[in-house]
């Protein structure tokens, strides 16, 4: 185990060391733990104390080349394993969000109009943009699609997300929905019904 944590400390050093001007911005402290693909360096900001895990693929690339692509991870959030995070418009993960493993996060989707043609031969289609709020927790195998994400919310194992969940909520299946709210007033979670 010791050997496994030095092997990935000293590669997402060489990482941040090499990579850190071809980001938008690559926060201090930020450690990214062998990745499966990073596209669009550019157009990706990483805050500071930011992990991201094992083979984990962040792509932000704009649908037409005079356009722009923003996907911005915020200070303190842990990103887990094999994540795929893919921005054509704009994602923002707020600050100390924390995902589980296998979670995708997407702002767009292939077109399937013309049945004549395959899919994968059909235009990206954008959708609406993402923001994932502070202190958010994703669990495992959670697909959120064009959809936001209040802050402190909680996003139930094998959800798929694709409409807006507000601050403070608990939220599971698929497609999600709200079942627990935080009460501002008296300070307990409540199930929703």
């Excluded at 805050?47 to 915020?74: F, M």
């Excluded at 921005?87 to 924390?98: F, R």
């Amino acid at each position: 185990m010791y050997n496994i944590r030095v092997k990935n400390y000293l590669y997402s050093l060489v990482f941040y060391l090499f990579c850190k001007r071809k980001f938008q911005y690559l926060g201090k402290n930020t450690r990214v733990i062998f990745p499966l693909n990073i596209e669009g360096m550019k157009n990706i900001f990483i805050g500071d104390n930011v992990r991201i895990g094992y083979k984990t693929w962040l792509a932000s690339i704009p649908i037409k080349e005079n356009e722009k692509s923003t996907l911005v991870v915020g200070e303190g959030t842990f990103i887990g394993n094999f994540n795929h995070i893919f921005c054509t418009k704009k994602i923002i993960i707020g600050d100390k969000v924390l995902t589980a493993d296998k979670v995708y996060i997407s702002d767009n989707l292939h077109s399937y109009k013309n049945i004549n043609i395959p899919i994968i031969d059909q235009p990206i289609k954008q959708i609406k943009c993402v923001k994932i709020g502070n202190g958010a927790w994703i669990g495992e195998n959670v697909s959120i699609i064009g959809a936001s994400i209040g802050k402190n919310c909680i996003i139930g194992a094998n959800s798929v997300v694709t409409k807006d969940i507000p601050d403070y909520c608990v939220a599971v299946g698929a497609p999600a929905r709200v079942v627990k709210r935080y009460n501002l007033e008296t300070k307990i979670w409540e199930k929703v019904y």
